[in-house]
């Protein structure tokens, strides 16, 4: 596999092809998760956030387990999922949790922990949860929160509820869950739910 | 100037790669990240900005390495401060069947970042302790322990107790080995060496999981 300079795919790229492995500025890595099992073949997969080429933004690197060797494949580059500041405030937080229990249809890998991608940046809270389909990657569900608005989308069971400050509070339609590779969390998020311009 | 302000910051990251040719790898070889997140502050040198730990596959894929990145006070900037290149073994196959792991984790006693290694065969997990945030980074201490299954439960059996420096409850220097048949051994493992110099192989075989 060829290696290549992740600031140059970047600038030319939409997204690494999911046959090279990128090179990466070990000063940019963010946050790391591995050791679950996401793709349900016994093995452990990986994900990796490193900050953006303006420092504004996280972008997330995936890797899923070969079955038949347990070997990490690269599954490709997700720009801009998160929000990001450089340098970071002193409140600012951003990690690779877990999440589970989420709403599952039939067909979803609904058994394993998830990862959850977290990022606060001055008032913009998002998590965003990601799980690997047969399909690839996508987002399994978003929470984001602002100025005591929050709201809860959950892809997979197709919905999302929406809470103001002034506790009107509804659902609505997510729509499909969106593939990861091309998500950008400023447009991702459903107008009902940007609380806030973020950074 | 506030705009131009702004900008500099938010192209520091970019400003900063031009600055020093960056330190790169492949992204499948990097095992772990300890940095500043909702666990941990991690600055280990008290300038306000978060300082970073990475823990690594050698090129070689035969072993684990920890870089050490500190921060430039001014402006938040990390820069590699260390690079150990070979602290724990690491054996593909067992990886990939799901025997070995490798991880960080937070010391109790100091709160700085524990590199740990476990084996879910063996049931041996090995803790190794340092000191980030000084100039010259030592071995603190390895602890290695076996994890043994009870009718509710488990308990964590020493294995390995390595002390390079006097740490709280513990005297100066100390280790002492389980050995398979049922001995102790007992050493003085001497002053605590520089993480650059360590090598794995400097510990005895029980102590590695």
């Known amino acids: 596999m060829r290696a290549i300079a992740l600031f140059v795919t970047l600038a030319s790229a939409p997204c690494a092809s999911a046959d090279e492995i990128p090179q990466i500025d070990i000063t940019r890595l963010a946050a790391e998760a591995s050791g679950q099992d996401w793709n349900g073949d016994g093995h452990a997969d990986r994900l990796l956030l490193v900050w953006s080429d303006k420092g504004d933004a996280f972008d997330a690197l995936t890797f899923i387990s070969d079955a038949a060797t347990g070997t990490l494949r690269f599954t490709g580059v997700s720009q801009a999922i998160l929000p990001a500041r450089w340098p970071l405030d002193r409140s600012d937080l951003h990690a690779v949790a877990y999440s589970s229990n989420l709403g599952c249809n039939p067909g979803c890998v609904a058994d394993y922990t998830l990862p959850g991608l977290y990022s606060k940046v001055g008032d913009t809270f998002i998590e965003i949860t990601v799980g690997w389909t047969a399909s690839g990657w996508e987002i399994a569900e978003v929470q984001t929160r602002a100025e005591g608005s929050d709201c809860v989308i959950d892809y997979r069971a197709g919905t999302a509820k929406v809470d103001w400050l002034d506790?009107?509070?509804?659902?609505?339609?997510?729509?499909?869950?969106?593939?990861?590779?091309?998500?950008?969390?400023?447009?991702?998020?459903?107008?009902?739910?940007?609380?806030?311009p973020g950074p | 100037m506030r705009r131009s302000f702004l900008a500099a910051i938010l192209l520091a990251p970019a400003t900063a790669l031009a600055d020093a040719p960056p330190v790169t790898i492949p992204a499948d070889r990097v095992l772990?990240?300890?940095g500043k997140n909702v666990y941990s502050e991690n600055d280990w040198n008290g300038?306000?900005?978060?300082?970073?730990?990475?823990?690594?596959?050698?090129?070689?894929r035969d072993a684990v390495g920890l870089y050490l990145m500190t921060s430039t006070p001014e402006t938040g900037v990390l820069a590699v401060t260390e690079y150990a290149s070979a602290l724990l073994p690491y054996d593909a196959a067992r990886v990939a069947a799901g025997d070995l792991s490798y991880s960080f984790t937070i010391s109790d006693e100091d709160y700085e970042p524990l590199i740990q290694m476990r084996s879910a065969a063996t049931g041996l997990s090995l803790s190794l302790s340092t000191n980030p945030g000084s100039e010259?980074?030592?071995?603190?201490?390895?602890?290695?322990?076996?994890?043994?299954?009870?009718?509710?439960?488990?308990?964590?059996?020493?294995?390995?107790?390595?002390?390079?420096?006097?740490?709280?409850?513990?005297?100066?220097?100390?280790?002492?080995?389980?050995?398979?048949?049922?001995?102790?051994?007992?050493?003085d493992p001497g002053p605590g060496p520089r993480l650059t110099d360590w090598h794995y192989t400097d510990l005895p075989a029980p102590c590695l999981p």
């Open chain 2, 136 to 187: 010259a980074p030592v071995v603190f201490s390895i602890r290695t322990s076996r994890q043994v299954p009870l009718e509710s439960g488990h308990r964590m059996d020493p294995v390995c107790e390595i002390f390079f420096v006097e740490l709280l409850g513990n005297g100066p220097q100390t280790a002492k080995v389980h050995l398979p048949d049922g001995n102790t051994l007992d050493y």
């Open chain 2, 32 to 34: 772990g990240v300890h």
């Open chain 2, 47 to 60: 300038d306000g900005h978060g300082d970073l730990a990475v823990l690594v596959l050698s090129e070689t």
């Open chain 1, 167 to 196: 506790d009107t509070e509804y659902t609505i339609d997510s729509g499909p869950p969106p593939a990861l590779a091309p998500y950008w969390w400023r447009e991702g998020l459903p107008k009902e739910c940007r609380f806030a």
